[in-house]
């Protein structure tokens, strides 16, 4: 198939045999027959009676059914009996156990649906992202999980969080008028929209450019299904096990019947013998014990809301010898936080709390703040939320967020100093903006406050050094020095920092005309802040318990 982003929107829509409008319902219909669902496929999962049989597939298992064939053939009828209810038994425990585990993984499946908003025939229609076809035209907006591979047709200020793809957990601001090389990367490729990531800002309009199996997404599925899977290590070991008591019992028997030979034993005798040894040297009672035990695992491991599907896996976690972990996500947050603020010529503040929910402390490395450092962080702040494009909020018992990554963390970081996002926009009404571009690398906001109009500027340190000319210390206000700051947003990056500069002053604009750059002059640089994805904070003693357990953790990421 052709390589969309190397293609225009409209070459795109000409390629997927598409237009602006959207599919007709018949022909999204006729498409969905031809490519099937847009879905990941699932497993066949076994019936009672699959599962049933399949708790025979043991090594052991051939033995002790042997074992009752030969007590039968010896006419050892309580053997047989016992042997052959010990396999009943075993079977219906491991059946029970492992078919309520995949009943409550179907449930769990079912209650997750996934819908989007599609244009048919010039209409918009929201529909089960399952009936997702290839020439769809699919509308975008934040907070949105993208359900398949789009090229984008339209973005405006559209942010896209690939992190579940790139392990990237900066987000992408996309364009849909950029054209790229066949062999740009994925995390490079600025004019298209890959499934299972997450609109963090902006609107967007796309065509669908493959679904299922077919996404970047369906290629790691598809790379992993099908792989043959390594053995349980208790059934490598009871496989060793099974056979090193079958070699010892055959030679055990072959010796005793050798003896009884001879003696001059009759031969009919001498197997019936042989055999009888056989048969009461097997431990037909350990597959129950191991059921039995098994399942009490599954138990406690359901009590702590974990779902096991086979009961042998409850003994490949506790064999676990080293562990590979991702690092976006599942050691950190996933989520910029700010730690650290640095005004010019004083050593960085910490800022404390959690990484979502908006409290915490500032500290220096004195101790509390000041009354003047009080001053100098409500103004930072104030400036952190007059230009920012986010959303934090109180809903429904827990807060939530919307918005580019470092925009909701300077939110945040302004709400635990107590300056309120709502509020402060409701005084300082915004009168112009200049939006964030990765060109631009910096946006700017103008307000109106007590009468005057105030510029607040966030954005690379770089840019923002051509905009000022002064910068704010405890001791006032003196002329900027781009060495120092240079040096300090240095030793924050080393640190593993996202550095944000923050930048205001007061400006006049007279009538109609509009806010660009050029105003952008003789500001105030108030200081800079330091962003970075954190740890969770159970990580430390979870890697801690796992070290104390004698196994291995490896950091797998993309960095």
């Not at 038994?89 to 009943?103: C, D, F, L």
């Not at 005084?427 to 103008?446: D, G, H, K, N, T």
Request: charged residues 15%; aromatic residues 4%.
């Amino acid at each position: 198939m052709t390589a969309l982003h190397t293609q225009t929107a409209n070459q795109a829509l000409t390629i997927l045999d598409s237009t602006h409008h959207g599919l007709s319902i018949a022909e999204a219909l006729s498409r969905l027959g031809h490519y099937g669902p847009n879905a990941m496929p699932q497993p066949a999962y076994p019936g009672l009676g699959q599962l049933f049989f399949k708790q025979f597939i043991s090594p052991l298992i051939y033995v002790l059914t042997a074992a009752a064939v030969f007590s039968l053939i010896i006419q050892e009828w309580s053997d047989a009996g016992f042997i052959t209810a010990v396999l009943i038994v075993n079977a219906i425990i491991g059946t029970i156990q492992e078919y309520s585990a995949q009943q409550a993984a179907i449930a769990l499946q079912q209650l997750v649906t996934t819908s989007c908003r599609v244009l048919r025939g010039g209409d918009t229609y929201e529909i089960d992202a399952r009936e997702l076809v290839p020439g769809d035209i699919i509308l975008l907006e934040s907070g949105d999980r993208i359900p398949a591979d789009i090229r984008l047709l339209t973005s405006n200020d559209l942010e896209i969080d690939e992190s579940l793809l790139t392990g990237e957990s900066i987000a992408v601001l996309k364009d849909a008028n950029t054209l790229c090389k066949k062999d740009t990367v994925i995390g490079d490729r600025f004019n298209m929209a890959f499934a299972g990531t997450l609109v963090n800002r902006g609107r967007s309009q796309g065509v669908v450019a493959a679904t299922g199996l077919n996404t970047e997404l369906g290629a790691i599925a598809t790379a992993v299904l099908g792989k043959q899977t390594a053995k349980a290590p208790l059934l490598v070991r009871m496989e060793k096990f099974t056979h090193k008591v079958a070699i010892i019992v055959a030679i055990a028997a072959i010796l005793m019947a050798a003896i009884a030979f001879m003696r001059g034993m009759a031969f009919a005798d001498m197997f019936m013998l042989a055999v009888a040894l056989a048969v009461s040297a097997i431990p037909e009672g350990l597959p129950v014990a191991l059921t039995v035990t098994l399942a009490i695992g599954m138990k406690r491991m359901a009590k702590r809301h974990v779902i096991i599907r086979q009961l042998i896996a409850v003994e490949a976690l506790g064999s676990c010898t080293y562990i590979a972990t991702d690092k976006t996500g599942t050691l950190t947050v996933n989520q910029l936080t700010v730690r650290r603020i640095l005004i010019p010529g004083q050593t960085a503040w910490q800022v404390e709390g959690d990484s979502l929910i908006p409290e915490g402390e500032f500290i220096t490395s004195d101790g509390p703040l000041t009354s003047t450092e009080s001053q100098i962080l409500k103004q930072l702040c104030q400036t952190a939320v007059l230009t920012n494009e986010g959303f934090i909020g109180h809903r429904q018992g827990g807060w939530t967020h919307h918005g580019d990554s470092v925009d909701v963390a300077l939110l945040i970081m302004a709400h635990k100093a107590g300056i309120i996002q709502a509020e402060t926009l409701n005084s300082y009404p915004e009168l112009a903006s200049i939006a964030f571009e990765s060109e631009r690398q910096f946006s700017a906001s103008l307000n109106s406050i007590d009468h005057v109009q105030r510029v607040s500027v966030k954005g690379a340190l770089e840019q923002l050094l051509t905009m000022c000319s002064t910068m704010q210390t405890l001791d006032g206000t003196v002329a900027i020095d781009p060495e120092q700051l240079h040096r300090q947003a240095h030793e924050l990056a080393s640190q593993g920092y996202r550095v944000i500069a923050l930048a205001t002053g007061d400006i006049q604009l007279a009538d109609n005309e509009v806010f660009c750059r050029e105003h952008l002059q003789v500001l105030t640089l108030i200081g800079l802040v330091g962003l970075i994805d954190p740890l969770r904070p159970e990580a430390q003693s979870a890697v801690a318990a796992c070290h104390q357990a004698g196994i291995q953790v490896a950091m797998v990421t993309g960095d």
